[in-house]
């Protein structure tokens, strides 16, 4: 029997990495953590599991690589380990849509019927602002927000988002974001905004991946 090769060994812990991404609970813990870090508590309230359940996936990826803990106080804080972390989610969300039947369709009937313009492309968005054309709306809670957000950007909640109209342009164009581009809340603020007659669209993606491409944040 051959001796097991460094390059065996190597593929043996990358694949503990894939170990830790395999889990929808996993890969939306990490979402929840590519906006801001955040208690063992606040993970399992975001997430809708047990504490004990969200301790314990919080376990397989610490194993696996991906978050990093800390103590604050009583608290135990958890935070992702390396700023590619987003980029690797958005690397498996890319080829789920590009080879799984299923992904598609989800993405087809839950999203693309819900809105019928083009979102906006981060290079287009960097641009909308540069020229005054758009003001840009984080509808994330505030202390995501808080954590770090699209140079410029405005918070505005989405369930304060009714209370803040009239702070809002008719005369540009309002563009929102959240979590990613599966976040449901920048969908209704856009919906909310259109029914009111604002121009309104949505950002291609999220916060997490604007930071990834190294664009314009801050914190």
Known sequence: MSAITPKKKLFENFARVAKALASANR??????????????????QASGMSVANTSNHLRIMREGGLVKSRKEGTQVIYSLTDEQVPALLESVRHVAERHLAEVDRI????????DK????????????????????????????????HIEGAVNIPL??????????????????????????????????????????????????????????VNK
């Open 27 to 44: 890969l939306e813990l990490l979402e929840a953590l590519a906006q801001a870090e955040r208690s063992v508590d606040g993970l399992a």
């Open 107 to 114: 993405v087809r009937e839950n999203f693309d019927s819900r």
């Open 117 to 148: 313009l083009t979102p906006v492309r981060r290079d287009e968005l960097l641009g909308m602002v540069r020229s005054g054309e758009a003001m840009v709306i984080d509808v994330r809670p505030s202390a995501e927000y808080e954590a770090g």
């Open 159 to 216: 369930e304060t988002l009714a209370e803040r109209l009239s702070k809002l342009p008719k005369e540009q164009e309002i563009v929102a974001y959240c979590r990613g581009p599966y976040c449901m809340m920048s969908f209704d603020a856009v919906d909310q905004l259109r029914q009111l007659g604002y121009r309104a669209r949505r950002l291609e993606d999220g916060y997490p991946e604007w930071k990834t491409e190294q664009l314009p």
